[in-house]
């Protein structure tokens, strides 16, 4: 069982950045995939960005491609995903997941243990 806690949330102007953290009480980090999710009010969540248990392997969501970008330390246990250009649509609670088989999926349904989130407000 991994334990996430996502941090760096809060409110950002349209055009702006913001740098999500996720912290991981386990083991071995390095055995994990991991996953950024998002869920706006009154929609589903929705995947946003993977990386792979060493960090070279990337995968996002189309919406998000040349403005996020995920990344990871495994000495740390941590994963990070830096927003750019954010958009007032990509209000959010953020999610953090991990995963320990298969591969970078988009896939909710693949991701077993999950963080508590941390509020994205993008301001227009």
């Known amino acids: 069982q991994v334990q996430l806690v996502e941090s760096g949330g809060g409110l950002a102007q349209a055009g702006g950045s913001l740098r999500l953290s996720c912290a991981a009480s386990?083991?071995?980090?390095?055995?994990?995939?991991m996953g950024w999710f998002r869920q706006a009010p009154g929609k589903e969540r929705e995947f946003v960005a993977a990386i792979s248990r060493s960090g070279d392997s990337t995968y996002y969501a189309d919406s998000v491609k040349g403005r996020f970008t995920i990344s990871r330390d495994n000495a740390k246990k941590m994963v990070y995903l830096q927003m750019n250009s954010l958009r007032p649509e990509e209000t959010a609670v953020y999610y953090c997941?991990?995963?320990?088989?298969?591969?970078?999926?988009?896939?909710?349904?693949?991701?077993?243990?999950w963080g508590q989130g941390t509020q994205v407000t993008v301001s227009s």
């Open positions: 386990v083991r071995t980090f390095s055995n994990y995939y």
């Open positions: 997941a991990a995963q320990r088989w298969g591969t970078m999926t988009p896939l909710i349904s693949e991701y077993g243990n």
